[in-house]
């Protein structure tokens, strides 16, 4: 017994040569019986309406015997069936046959019997209109806002949307731009019908501008009369879904407030009554049928896809929560409640296949059957186990029962940083601030095991740290065989950084029996820069705003002795002080009290404490380490700098503001911008010549004003990375002080700084142009000029990848037609625009509306 199996409830097979599809299924309360249980309904191409009431079979008696209720022959194919409150003069529900000229309503209604053959079920026409064009669909609904009754609209293949008002025809509609019919769906949140065009687009159109539209006998005259004169027919929105829906789906009891579901050909979406995009599943089969219904879960919707793979799926929103196996393809899917059983699964094929399921297994009603009671020895079970007990003594003496990892990797990535600053600086900046840009040399020995295929090495630092080279391209390596790779690190901006450490990452390819082409592998490393790469020694200072003190267990030791390569310009010969001048920022001073074990560091900059705060703390230890003293400790006994510390977080914070702030004035003013330039081409359109009325004057001022917020923005986004840089700095300090303060191990200090330190850098990012839609995958273009009009066309096209988008940038230069904005020719003037307009593949400047 498979568990991802349909389990079989109830299932009959209809007819002989009949077909069916989506529309031939159809589940309510038809006879009006007031239980609160389904019917189904089911028509066929052939003509053939069957409502069955489904039950469990018992044992010995024949499946869907009396489950029939009704089964009639109608002269014309039923394309599809629906149950709803179609009569004028009763609240009860009725049933609508649509066949291809003519919608059927009928009453079903039953009258015990007198016999044992039970109750009599029978099908009276209460009324039918005949219709002028073939139709291809229907849906219903309380159109217009009416309460207590459903009317119908039904979609012909010319695509005319039909209204009836029940009992009487109420108008027609053609669509605009129609080609083939598509699925139909009425909303009654929005008053509104949704449908996908065959230009593969979803459609809204609400009710009240379907009634108030023109009218016309032909899809030509609809035309026409929209060109001519009355009110035209236009979607409300549209969305583009570049595939051919199968079925739209709007459920009435979901719980999420706005939901319209649209099963494509390759995915199933999800929009919102306003035409956007809530989520969207790829599907890897391909689907037959959909059904959205109400979720336990609050806030999500489940979902039942059925495909051609005989499956039927169960989804909560875009996660696959079950999947079961079908006997056929289902072409409809629904949810009935029966008397014995409810949220029962109905399905239907194309050659008639009913079937009533449940998901999971069935019970097991198998006992295992008694055994033969035998006493138990119980001098023999003690001597097997004994027996047992010393197998396993002797198994775990030669060999581990866990299996060892391998005892040497593929290959070994080691770094070592040169004790000294390179001779010749490889600064890409050689000086800041007045002082020296040094650098370092970092040396990387890659040593292989075994062969390794086409190694490539990448190198990481923290900003504004740089290297000379961050990627390599290496050679295979054989076994045995090592690779050396020499490169610089040095200081590339103008605040100090907040980490030191720098990663190595090798990947290569390992081939093996299986795969010569080799198995995607990856070694690392970590290595340190010296705190001589950011700073330089200096005189100390007396004074300084901030200060904090570090507390020891043993005597004060000579600070020259732990800071020896700071000690050419220390003035205290005893090693009482010692100062740290950071390139790009302040002087840290470090002073040891004579008479207690006491470490004071002050600064004007809080944030640079941290380094000099960090490798002072590292070098005590392994000073007191060298000289075999166990014991030793630093603490810190408070109060710990909050005030300052959120002082660097509301700093960072408000820049944050500043960037939103800036990003929603360039859009606004970009959309300024662009409908300036629409209403200066629409006047030079005009075949009879208009004054601007300052139309030039307006757009100069409102490029002006986006170039000034561009700059602004882009001086924003500078200060936003050093200030992120300066918080990390100050919370590494915090992580620091408390460590010390409460004793922390490395453990709890890991933890404390993976809670405090998630990101490691800041996401947020600006770019000089405004943002559009993004789902042109295209940014926005900017027209840079001087006053005369002059200058260059610069845009940014933006691609979407599995790491982020990426920018590119492209310059176009033109000739301005004339240099001066308020003495120019209606001519000059549209030639610019013509130009601009010229360049419309590049751009979105005339994309948004007046």
């Known amino acids: 017994m498979s568990l991802f199996k349909a389990r079989d409830w109830w299932s009959a097979i209809l007819g002989e040569g009949e077909e069916f599809d989506q529309g031939c299924l159809c589940i309510g309360d038809v006879d009006n019986s007031g239980s609160g249980y389904d019917k189904v309904v089911v028509g066929s191409y052939m003509g053939m309406l069957r ?64 016999v044992e053959h039970g109750d009599q079920y029978q099908l009276r026409l209460i009324y039918e209109h005949n219709l002028q064009r073939t139709a291809c669909n229907m849906t219903y609904g309380p159109f217009g806002g009416v309460t207590g009754h459903h009317f119908i609209c039904i979609q012909s293949m010319d695509g005319m949307l039909m209204f009836f008002e029940q009992e009487s025809y109420a108008f027609g509609r053609f669509l605009p731009g129609f080609l083939l019919p598509g699925p139909l769906c009425y909303c009654a949140r929005t008053d509104a019908f949704i449908t996908v065009s065959s230009t593969r687009q979803v459609e809204c159109y609400r009710y009240e501008a379907l009634a108030v539209a023109t009218d016309a006998d032909t899809l030509q005259d609809s035309e026409q009369q929209s060109k001519s004169s009355g009110k035209r027919l236009s979607a409300e929105w549209t969305l583009v879904l570049g595939e051919q829906a199968l079925d739209i789906c709007v459920p009435s009891a979901s719980p999420m407030a706005s939901s319209i579901y649209v099963l ?27 059904l959205p219904y109400a979720s336990v879960s609050e806030g999500t919707t489940n979902l039942l896809v059925g495909n051609h793979n005989n499956m039927v799926l169960v989804y909560q929103d875009t996660t696959l929560k079950w999947a079961a196996q079908l006997s056929c393809v289902p072409v409809a899917v629904r949810i009935a409640n029966f008397p014995d059983l409810k949220g029962l699964v109905v399905t239907l094929s194309s050659e008639g296949h009913l079937q009533c399921s449940y998901m999971g297994t069935d019970p097991s009603f198998f006992t295992v059957p008694k055994v033969d009671a035998r006493e138990v020895n119980y001098d023999e079970v003690d001597a097997e186990m004994r027996a047992l007990h010393k197998v396993i003594r002797e198994a775990t003496k030669k060999q581990d029962i866990i299996p060892k990892a391998e005892a040497e990797e593929d290959i070994t990535v080691t770094a070592v940083v040169s004790s000294e600053l390179d001779d ?54 054989g076994s ?128 640079d404490i941290w380094l000099v705060a960090k490798e002072l703390v590292q070098r005590f230890d392994r000073h007191f380490a060298k000289l075999g003293v166990k014991d030793f400790r630093n603490t810190f006994s408070g109060p710990i700098p909050l005030s300052e510390y959120f002082e660097r977080v509301d ?84 992580i620091l002080l408390v460590s010390l303060w409460q004793g922390l191990s490395a453990d709890q200090t890991t933890i404390l700084e993976a809670t405090l330190l998630p990101l490691l850098q800041d996401t947020p990012q600006l770019v000089r142009t405004h943002t559009l839609d993004w789902t042109d995958h295209t940014q926005t273009t900017a027209l840079n000029t001087d006053q005369g009009y002059g200058g260059f066309l610069t845009y940014s096209s933006a691609t979407e990848s599995s790491s982020g988008i990426s920018f590119r940038e492209k310059t176009h230069t033109y000739t301005p037609m004339f240099t001066n904005p308020h003495t120019h020719t209606h001519t000059a003037l549209h030639n610019d625009l013509a130009f601009m307009l010229r360049t419309q593949t590049l751009t979105h400047t005339l994309r948004s509306p007046l």
Not at 65 to 87: S, W
Not at 264 to 290: A, H, T, V, W
Not at 442 to 469: D, E, Y
């Open 51 to 114: 409502i069955f009431a489904p039950h469990a079979t018992k044992p010995g008696e024949q499946k869907g015997a009396d489950a029939q209720l009704l089964e009639v022959q109608l002269r014309d194919p039923v394309i599809q069936v629906d149950v709803g409150k179609f009569v004028s003069c009763s609240e009860l529900l009725h049933l609508a046959v649509l066949h291809p000229r003519k919608l059927s309503v009928y009453a079903v209604s039953g009258t015990s019997g007198n």
């Open 651 to 734: 700093h960072h914070f408000e820049l944050r503001v500043n960037a939103q702030k800036y990003q929603d004035l360039l859009s606004e003013r970009a959309v300024q911008f662009r409908a300036i330039q629409r209403r200066l081409l629409t006047r030079f359109k005009d075949k009879t010549p208009a004054p601007l009325q300052n139309l030039d004057t307006l757009m100069e001022g409102t490029y002006r004003q986006v170039i000034a917020l561009a700059d602004a923005a882009e001086e924003n986004r500078a200060c936003l990375v050093q200030a992120f840089s300066r918080l990390r700095s100050a919370t590494h300090l915090l």
């Open 264 to 290: 494509g050909e390759r995915n199933l979406f999800c929009l919102r009554d306003s035409g956007q995009i809530r989520f969207m599943k790829k599907l890897e089969y391909n689907p037959s049928c959909f």
């Open 424 to 477: 010749d600086s490889q600064a890409h900046v050689p000086e800041l601030n007045g002082l020296a840009v040094p650098s370092v040399k970092v040396k990387v020995k890659i040593s292989s095991h075994s062969t390794v295929q086409s190694p490539k090495m990448s190198v990481c630092v923290q900003p504004p740290l740089a290297v000379t080279q961050d990627q390599f391209v290496l050679d295979s390596l």
């Open 480 to 607: 045995g065989s090592q690779q050396v790779v020499t490169f610089s690190a040095f200081l590339n901006g103008q605040y100090t950084p907040a980490d030191l450490t720098g990663d190595i990452a090798v990947s290569f390819s390992s081939p093996t029996e299986l795969n010569p082409a080799g198995v995607p592998r990856v070694a690392q490393c970590k290595f340190v820069l010296p705190l001589r790469l950011v700073c330089c020694p200096t005189s100390p200072s007396k004074n300084a705003k901030y200060k904090i003190t570090v507390d020891t267990n043993k005597p004060p030791v000579n600070l020259n002795e732990v800071f020896p390569e700071f000690v050419e310009k220390a003035e205290d010969k005893e090693g009482n002080a010692l100062a740290f001048q950071f390139i790009a920022g302040s002087r840290v001073t470090v002073l040891a009290s004579k008479t207690s074990q006491r470490y004071r560091i002050q600064s004007e900059s809080f944030e």
